[in-house]
């Protein structure tokens, strides 16, 4: 069986290859695929059946009759998966199979896709190069959005840009006063959602200018906990949670809350659509505001300065944000969210979809958040990040009674 990867970077128009392919605009090199048919794996397709099912009611993909969308991802993709084996196509594109997956769930999906690569042939779109399935016998880049065949996955060295070592974290001027020492305090802290049970007896201390990483299997609850943080999870309130020194549900506003915090993930990106220059978007995360409707302050203006120094952007900081390739729109999303030094910064699967290169840029930059400020950090990640430095993880563990936490 002919079985291809192809890596990707942030600049390569993956949506558009995937167009032409399914159109029949097929690349010379992949001519052994044209007449055939082929089912895509991706994220897109998933969007597709959500509105399907949305418009006519209905569960398409789902053996259990539970609607799509109210699946975790890891349950999303897997019925994604035995949909498209179950149409027995030719070939398969693997969009970043590996994506937003928890370990064993990736280990289970490498075991079902090698059981099936001696009668269905594979195209695995890839971001990252440690994730090349073991079976693959074909290897290509898109270039230039051009397909290139290469020999194999050769690693090249990840330059840091200079500015990583030479410039500290600019100081952001805001206060952010009587804060005692521990941020976030939950204890016996359980959840349920009628029947279902999400969160067993959960305690966990943030302490300022701590680092953590938040991990889990998929539908473990490191959302739910999230929500309870950042957001205005109802199930917070009569729970013993304290945010800041005051207990949820004492009288704050979320406001006063998601104030004190610098949040991102990258569904965000998608809320930020109009023409907003780099430099308007770090200025915009002083003011919490999405884009910038009101004349910056010099004080702030000298702040983001020194960012775009450091973030090595400054030749290019009237660039519209939506022009930028993924990882550098992904540095300025987190870079966005530290502007003002908050005393909590959540990073929510910030390096999903990330090339190798992006990846390490954005990992070596919350490092240096974290050695140079004191600012707790949260990082959620289902993968293990080469190079990140959290100083404890966090760790949710699923049972049929709600998950447990464990520190590691």
Do not use: C
């Amino acid at each position: 069986m002919n079985h291809w990867v192809i890596y990707l970077d942030n600049n390569s128009n993956k949506k558009g290859f995937i167009k032409d392919f399914q159109q029949g605009r097929t690349p010379i090199e992949l001519q052994y695929f044209k007449q055939k048919t082929g089912r895509l794996f991706s994220h897109f397709t998933l969007e597709k059946l959500i509105d399907e099912e949305d418009k006519h009611d209905i569960k398409i993909i789902s053996s259990v009759g539970q609607s799509l969308k109210t699946m975790s991802s890891g349950e999303q993709k897997r019925a994604l998966l035995h949909y498209l084996l179950n149409e027995r196509p030719d070939y398969i594109i693997l969009d970043n199979p590996f994506d937003n997956l928890d370990i064993s769930f990736q280990e289970n999906l490498k075991t079902i896709l090698v059981n099936h690569s001696k009668h269905i042939s594979f195209i695995q779109l890839a971001s990252r190069k440690e994730d090349t399935l073991s079976f693959i016998n074909h290897f290509g880049s898109i270039i230039e959005n051009n397909l290139q065949v290469i020999e194999s996955p050769l690693s090249a060295e990840i330059q840091i840009p200079e500015s990583f070592t030479t410039i500290t974290v600019p100081q952001s001027g805001i206060d952010f006063i009587n804060l005692p020492n521990m941020l976030i305090n939950f204890k016996d802290v359980s959840i349920s959602y009628g029947e279902k049970k999400i969160l067993n007896s959960i305690n966990w201390t943030v302490n300022k200018g701590d680092f953590w990483q938040l991990s889990g299997t998929n539908g473990s609850g490191k959302s739910t906990i999230l929500s309870m943080i950042f957001g205005d999870n109802p199930k917070a309130y009569g729970q013993n949670i304290h945010l800041f020194g005051s207990k949820k549900g004492s009288g704050e506003s979320v406001w006063d809350i998601k104030k004190k915090i610098g949040y991102y993930a990258p569904s965000m990106t998608d809320k930020f659509s109009g023409r907003h220059s780099i430099e308007n978007m770090l200025i915009s995360g002083l003011n919490d505001s999405v884009g910038l409707y009101v004349k910056p302050t010099a004080f702030q203006q000298r702040i983001i300065k020194q960012w775009l120094k450091l973030l090595d952007l400054s030749d290019i900081k009237n660039t519209f944000f939506n022009a930028l390739s993924t990882g550098k729109q992904r540095l300025v999303m987190t870079a966005r969210a530290m502007v003002k030094q908050p005393p909590l910064l959540i990073l929510d699967e910030p390096t999903a979809g990330m090339d190798d290169d992006s990846a390490a840029l954005l990992v070596a930059l919350v490092n240096k958040f974290a050695e140079e400020t004191d600012t707790a950090i949260i990082f959620v990640s289902h993968r293990k990040e080469k190079g990140l430095k959290p100083k404890q993880t966090f760790y949710l563990t699923p049972h049929e009674t709600g998950s447990t936490g464990s520190i590691k």
